[in-house]
């Protein structure tokens, strides 16, 4: 298994498009989870999924935001109407639950998607 | 809520200096911290993952320390190389949270050779 990989890497869309970005886990991790980081800040949390259930999700994931884990393998964040501000490098991560909840345990990131609105 | 800041936002050091990035978070109920290094335009790699009941972990000229009481972790390396450049980013999750990592801004380092 290579880790964590993402699609596309790099997405340029016009205001109002709707798009879709694709993260495949570490293929035993149960886990997974999105986060989004502008130029020059961390990453802030966006969503996490065990298995298939979406179990958090922040305030940032407005209405226009949806993230699903149909079988508990793969995910797909979908930004609807999209706009400028929506602008950043979207990051998906995965790990295993480790035995004592609700430890994290340690998170594998992909290389991330870059999203450019014209 | 919890508030993670690192100090300094960047750095540049000659090859071969030892150097110490901080990291300190507001919240001292946190199950383990862990340290991130990530390349321009790249993902993120895990460095260091120390465990709330630990107070060090190393790792090749990597050493990172906890100190919980005082919300305060250091990241350490030792004769640093041109390769060392990036940015290193320290996340904790959260007690009473989930499982959402919240991370500091990062500390962005130049290695000149």
């Known amino acids: 298994d290579t880790g964590v990989s993402q699609d596309p890497r790099h997405k340029i869309t016009k205001r109002g498009q709707n798009v879709t970005f694709r993260c495949d886990p570490i293929s035993e991790h149960n886990r997974l989870y999105w986060y989004r980081q502008t130029l020059g800040q961390g990453p802030e949390f966006l969503t996490y999924f065990q298995n298939e259930a979406q179990l958090e999700k922040s305030r940032l994931l407005s209405d226009r935001f949806s993230a699903e884990r149909p079988k508990g393998s793969f995910s797909t964040l979908e930004i609807q109407r999209t706009e400028q501000g929506d602008s950043a490098m979207y990051l998906c991560?995965?790990?295993?639950?480790?035995?004592?909840?609700?430890?994290?345990?340690?998170?594998?990131f992909g290389e991330g998607s870059r999203l450019t609105v014209l | 809520k919890q508030e993670v800041t690192q100090i300094p936002a960047a750095l540049s050091v000659p090859e071969g200096e030892n150097l110490v990035l901080n990291c300190s978070f507001t919240?001292?109920?946190?199950?383990?911290l862990q340290w991130f290094r990530q390349d321009p335009g790249k993902g993120l790699t895990s460095l260091l993952l120390i465990q709330s009941s630990q107070r060090e972990q190393t790792s090749g000229r990597l050493n990172a320390s906890l100190d919980k009481s005082s919300g305060r972790s250091t990241l350490y390396i030792a004769a640093s190389q041109p390769g060392d450049s990036a940015t290193y980013l320290c996340a904790v999750p959260p007690h009473n949270a989930g499982n959402m990592l919240t991370f500091g801004g990062g500390t962005r380092l130049m290695v000149k050779p």
């Open positions: 991560a995965s790990s295993l639950a480790p035995r004592v909840l609700p430890n994290t345990g340690e998170l594998f």
């Open positions: 919240d001292s109920a946190i199950y383990n």
